[in-house]
């Protein structure tokens, strides 16, 4: 017997109104069963200080192990997960397993305390609809009270295009965040409808360049000027930055010069689950890391 067609996940252009509508209800109720089924995980990726190319932290990235299509990005589900209300449980889940594995990460990644730089942080991407949720300070609270995390030690990640559909009550969440003693970074920094002002509003404590803007570093002049403007803007406000997207030790290299504290990419390590994540760390090899200019 074949086995069963799987939808397609994406609708194509060519399948219409209605493929599309069916696609989208096909994929409620799997991430509804999915969420039941425990096939959510989590996956980490380091964030390094770019001065010393030493771990500063990770970012946990949510990944669906789906029984039949495999292993399934976000990109894929979390904009049918917002759309459809399912987002404040793949985000509950997202937090109680950052909770849960936090202890081990950090112990994992001491392991090989010559390849860190200063207090680890853990970031948690958290999407602009459970800002706008009542039960979100609570969730919070939750996770700080149940686990005893040291709150300095997550920060909580939004893109800006969502922070903007709501600035208000946005703030007003990730104000209740930093009196929690979180962190607070703009995600995709650059990529959304920009508004400047709100940097001076929101309590922000890190900015992540959009890997759109690193992709073109080396070749693209505007982009250039782009992220030299962010960081000094950034400088200004004292918030450090995040350079997203680093493939290349020549990429690396340029934003350190440019004064980019920290960077995140396949150049420092893929996504990973927990086990690893930590392996990454342990055996990473400082010499592949440091500054090209520096070792020719
Ligand atoms: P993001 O938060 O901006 O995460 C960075 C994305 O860039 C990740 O994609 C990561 O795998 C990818 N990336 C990192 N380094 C490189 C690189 O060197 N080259 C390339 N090509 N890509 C790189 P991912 O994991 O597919 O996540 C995509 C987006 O989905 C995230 O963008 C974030 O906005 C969202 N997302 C991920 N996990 C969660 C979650 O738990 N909750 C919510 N609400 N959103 C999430
Ligand atoms: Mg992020
Ligand atoms: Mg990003
Ligand atoms: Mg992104």
Not at 11 to 25: E, H, K, Q, R, Y
Not at 100 to 108: F, I, K, N, Q, T
Not at 218 to 223: G, P
Request: include cysteine.
């Amino acid at each position: 017997a074949s086995p069963m067609p799987v939808p397609a996940l994406r609708p194509s252009a060519t399948d219409g109104v209605f493929a599309a509508a069916l696609n989208t209800l096909v994929l409620e109720r799997e991430i509804r069963s999915g969420v039941a089924d425990g096939q959510f995980e989590m996956h980490f990726q380091p964030i390094v200080r770019l001065a010393s190319r030493r771990l500063a932290g990770f970012e946990a990235l949510m990944r669906w192990r789906h029984p039949q299509r495999g292993l399934v990005p976000p990109s894929a589900f979390i904009p049918v997960a917002e759309s459809s209300g399912l987002i404040g449980d793949l985000t509950g889940f997202a937090l109680a397993e950052v909770g849960r594995v936090l202890p081990e990460l950090m112990l994992g990644a001491l392991h090989n305390p010559r390849h860190i730089d200063g207090p680890l942080f853990l970031s948690v991407n958290v999407s602009g609809h459970d800002l706008a949720a009542a039960s979100f300070p609570q969730m919070i609270a939750d996770l700080i009270s149940q686990t005893g995390i040291a709150p300095g030690s997550l920060k909580i990640e939004v893109t800006e295009s969502l922070l903007m559909k709501d600035p208000e009550r946005a703030a007003e969440a990730l104000a209740g965040c930093r009196r929690a003693g979180l962190g607070v970074a703009i995600d995709d920094f650059g990529t959304g409808y920009s508004s400047l002002s709100y940097l001076s509003t929101l309590p922000v404590t890190t900015l992540k360049i959009d890997r759109a803007f690193v992709r073109t570093l080396l070749v693209d002049q505007t982009s250039r000027r782009i992220v030299q403007t962010v960081l000094r803007l950034a400088d200004e406000l004292e918030i450090p930055v995040v350079a997203e997207g680093i493939e290349h030790a020549e990429e690396a290299d340029l934003l350190t010069e440019m004064g980019c504290a920290f960077g995140q990419g396949y150049l420092f390590g893929h996504p990973a689950p927990l086990e690893a994540a930590i392996m990454t760390i342990r055996e990473w090899n400082v010499v592949d890391r440091s500054l090209q200019a520096k070792a020719s």
